[in-house]
């Protein structure tokens, strides 16, 4: 990796989903059926990038290669100026109804998130979710993250129960993420953030039965969450390590 490359690292820098580049006009190309994009999906970035080891994840320290090339959720990740993303979002306020912040297990990223929220905030009055990485935060990190104006966050705790958990982010590959620590956090968000603005994302597919996905979407709910719902899809090396 050239110096160049080295020096575009978040705060500075932001990776951002191939359909967010598209809706403001980074890259070329045209959604299905006239589709239209809402949410502006921004990723931090680190040459070093991040020190989980979930079985399943394209960014997990475990696969090879630069973190810079490593996709996420099968989605091409470009790497744009936070100054162009402003500007771009500022002429585009119409189309733009909310923008979320995906965090990385990477110590950097909780005072850059911070910082890199009250910027945007500051600059144009479009809602900021954040989407956070609880093995790193602390509560007072979420009363801050409420503080720099962000409104609502989100927990991905993935997998549907404790043992998954620790076989796909945990111990199983000697993982950093703890399953009580993620509830704590999901606990912690929804009381600091209020009902229904916080929530998690779960993968169905991974060794779960219906009746135990169904008990966690449930047990979120009732603590006053959102769920969202993924489907596995497995990336080759994610695919090799046992998933379903």
């Not at 104006?149 to 993982?175: M, Q, S």
Request: charged share 25%; aromatic share 10%; net charge neutral.
């Amino acid at each position: 990796m050239d110096l160049e490359n080295e020096k575009k690292e978040s705060p500075q820098y932001l990776r951002m989903s191939l359909a967010a580049a598209l809706t403001l006009g980074f890259s070329k190309g045209l959604f299905y059926r006239d589709a239209k994009l809402y949410c502006i999906n921004l990723l931090l970035n680190y040459n070093n990038g991040c020190a989980a080891r979930c079985a399943y994840c394209g960014l997990s320290h475990k696969r090879e290669g630069d973190y810079e090339e490593k996709s996420f959720i099968r989605v091409t990740w470009p790497n744009y100026p936070l100054d162009a993303i402003i500007e771009r979002i500022a002429a585009r306020q119409d189309r733009v109804k909310r923008i979320c912040i995906s965090m990385i297990t990477n110590k950097r990223s909780i005072a850059d998130t911070k910082a890199i929220c009250s910027r945007l905030r500051s600059s144009f009055d479009v809602p900021v979710s954040l989407l956070v990485s609880p093995t790193i935060i602390t509560r007072d990190d979420l009363l801050d993250f409420k503080e720099a104006g962000a409104d609502k966050i989100g927990v991905a705790i993935d997998l549907a129960t404790p043992e998954l958990f620790d076989k796909f982010r945990g111990k199983g590959v000697n993982g950093p993420h703890q399953w009580d620590r993620y509830m704590e956090c999901l606990r912690d968000a929804l009381e600091i953030f209020g009902h229904r603005n916080s929530g998690t994302h779960l993968v169905t597919g991974m060794g779960e039965t219906e009746k135990e996905m169904v008990d966690m979407i449930q047990n979120v709910q009732d603590m006053g969450g959102w769920t969202h719902l993924f489907s596995y899809f497995p990336e080759g090396e994610a695919h090799q390590m046992g998933g379903h």
